[in-house]
């Protein structure tokens, strides 16, 4: 399978825990971005990087979020003491630069923050 | 500010056309997409307009106007399969998505 894959698909967990999911781009796709998205909504922009550079963080994100794409490749996006409120399906997307770079979105991970 | 606005929900009849609108204000424009999300499922790509006009793939086409900000997408012989939500996504100055809340198409038989 050569398509953007999140680990894990779903999570449930506790108000006040930490939760890290994991996203692994198209290979040789050099742009990824995270998103969230709620019910009804579309998807709602949190960060995105270029190669391992982070360029852009959303204003909307609080300090409990932190994104990292360490190599390049793969990326983590953490979120520290969940809020009830976190609850959404966080999207990752992958792209190569260039003209117009159509994303491609993986299959996404649902929080639940009981 | 940036605002993309398309209706919240449609509904039309197998076989028929129907075309969802999208108004964008964005910082700067380099393309507009549209995206296919069906329920629990990741958006995917249906097309892209940076030029004005139509694009037109198969059973779907979009159109641009940069001058009014304004975009649809025609989806033709509707199928039952084609009930989704439809996402357009404004590409601003930064070449960052902004994107709609979504237009659910509902299909009747």
């Known amino acids: ?114 | 500010g940036q605002n993309i606005d398309q209706p919240t929900e449609m509904t039309a009849t197998e076989g028929a056309i129907v075309q969802i609108n999208c108004t964008y204000q964005t910082s700067g424009f380099n393309g507009l997409f549209w995206y296919q999300q069906h329920a629990g499922e990741a958006p995917t790509f249906l097309s892209y307009n940076v030029l004005d006009g139509l694009e037109e793939k198969g059973r779907f086409s979009s159109f641009l106007s940069r001058s009014k900000g304004y975009s649809y997408l025609l989806l033709k012989e509707l199928q039952m399969k084609d009930s989704a939500s439809y996402l357009c996504a404004s590409v601003d100055s930064n070449y960052q998505l902004i994107w709609g809340a979504g237009t659910k198409l509902i299909i009747k038989p």
């Open chain 1, 1 to 114: 399978d050569t398509g953007v894959s999140q680990d894990p698909r779903h999570k449930i967990t506790k108000r006040g825990q930490n939760v890290t999911f994991r996203c692994d781009p198209i290979s040789e796709h050099n742009r990824l971005y995270w998103y969230r998205q709620t019910l009804g909504q579309g998807p709602e922009f949190l960060t995105y990087f270029q190669n391992e550079a982070q360029l852009e963080k959303s204003r909307l994100l609080s300090d409990r979020f932190s994104a990292e794409r360490p190599k390049g490749s793969f990326s983590t996006l953490e979120i520290q003491r969940t809020e009830q409120g976190d609850s959404a399906m966080y999207l990752c997307a992958s792209s190569l630069q260039g003209e117009w770079d159509e994303q491609f979105f993986g299959p996404g991970t649902r929080l639940t923050v009981l």
